[in-house]
């Protein structure tokens, strides 16, 4: 697993990115003032209404903040945006996807529904990216509280510092140059300052481990006491207790998390799954290309996989598809089908986006 060391401390709600999302594009491009300028005139009239109906009402964006929300939505672990053009990555297209046209509605008119109550596919995809490059903080964080049924942010800040110290020495294990030792060595000395920062004062540590803490609770993992909603006290849940035993390994790789992370899913959030054979795990590949297309037709292999794999566990009934098995399932569907279905290459030469001919994809839908 790896760990981000730089988090805005001011992000506390993922609805917030989903806004950005929706005043964003692939093609369209603008600066981070304008964008967080925007972002706040979008949100400023309801957010307070909305953060009133959430398990935690903190959070609320000012027009300084709105920057740095911007700034969460660009870099690690999200970075869902192009950081010189603040145009769409191609992992954006999943998310916007899977916002709800409710949601939309809510952020573009007056309509009673609340968008920074995450939906079951959103929080797939956010859960998916904080393991896949934050995980040594989130596991070992709920690793660490697994035992406490409640918890102030004080007390798991002492937890994060030691996912700093955790990293830092993972890196140093694995220097194979000058710049590696100087990135472990850098971790370890922010480590050891969080280690040392001053007592009963809100410092770096508390600050880098509430959008963490609050990440979880829009994710539905851990949760707030009733009359704590506005401040930064959590409390377990059955769906924190599911979560820690699923994930419980700080050393354990992304190839490791993907092979089963949606069945770990199903069983964190209790959802009954039913198993779903190669021919109809290929045909939800084809039928969600359509919508991760970028320029020239071409389709991501990784991104398609991932929203196929969500929206097939949030489907009626549930599913289950696992990343490697499904890229895997279209390699081999590819060489049945030649001259349908493109197989191109990245610059290092990588399989890594495919084609569809229109036909192809006619033909497919037309069997759902």
């Known amino acids: 697993m790896n760990l981000t060391p730089f988090y805005t401390g001011v992000q506390q709600r993922l609805g917030f ?47 300084r903040t709105a920057n ?18 603040f145009s769409w990555r191609p992992e954006a297209r999943i998310l916007e996807n899977l916002i709800s046209d409710q949601e939309y509605d809510a952020f573009k008119t007056s309509v009673s529904y609340n968008p920074l109550e995450l939906s079951l596919p959103e929080r797939l995809f956010y859960l998916y990216k904080f393991l896949v490059n934050d995980g040594i903080a989130f596991v070992h964080i709920m690793s660490g ?5 409640k918890w102030t942010r004080t007390e798991a800040a002492v937890l994060l510092q030691e996912s700093y110290e955790i990293y830092g020495k993972k890196l140093k294990s694995l220097v194979q140059s000058s710049s590696d030792y100087t990135k472990a060595q850098e971790i370890l000395t922010l480590a050891e300052r969080m280690k040392h920062g ?4 809100v410092g770096t540590k508390e600050l880098r481990v509430t959008p963490r803490l609050e990440a979880l609770v829009d994710l539905n993992i851990i949760d707030k006491p009733d009359e704590k909603r506005d401040s930064y006290v959590y409390c377990r849940t059955a769906r924190s207790d599911r979560f820690a035993q699923e994930f419980n390994d700080v050393d354990e790789e992304q190839a490791s998390i993907e092979s089963d992370f949606f069945e770990r899913c199903a069983h964190i959030y209790g959802i009954g799954v039913r198993p779903i054979d190669d021919a109809n795990v290929f045909r939800a590949l084809i039928e969600n290309s359509q919508y991760v297309s970028a320029a020239y037709g071409l389709v991501g292999i990784n991104e398609v996989c991932l929203l ?6 949030t489907a009626e009934p549930a599913g289950i598809v696992e990343l490697p098995g499904a890229r895997e399932i279209l390699i081999e569907n590819q060489k049945k089908h030649q001259n349908d279905i493109k197989l191109h290459v990245d610059t290092k030469g990588r399989i890594r986006y ?7 994809l006619t033909k497919s839908l037309s069997q759902y």
């Open 17 to 63: 990115v989903d806004a950005i999302i929706i005043l964003t594009s692939p093609d369209s491009f603008t600066s981070r003032e304008n964008l967080a300028n925007r972002l706040y005139k979008l949100v400023e009239p309801k957010q307070d209404l909305w953060l009133k109906q959430c398990r935690s009402t903190t959070g609320a964006i000012t027009i």
């Open 68 to 85: 740095d929300m911007v700034d969460f939505a660009t870099n690690l672990p999200l970075e869902l945006l192009f950081p010189s053009t």
């Open 145 to 149: 509280l697994r035992s406490s049924e």
């Open 198 to 201: 001053r007592e009963g004062i």
């Open 308 to 313: 196929a794999a969500i929206r097939a566990l």
């Open 354 to 360: 495919f084609s569809v001919s229109k036909d192809f």
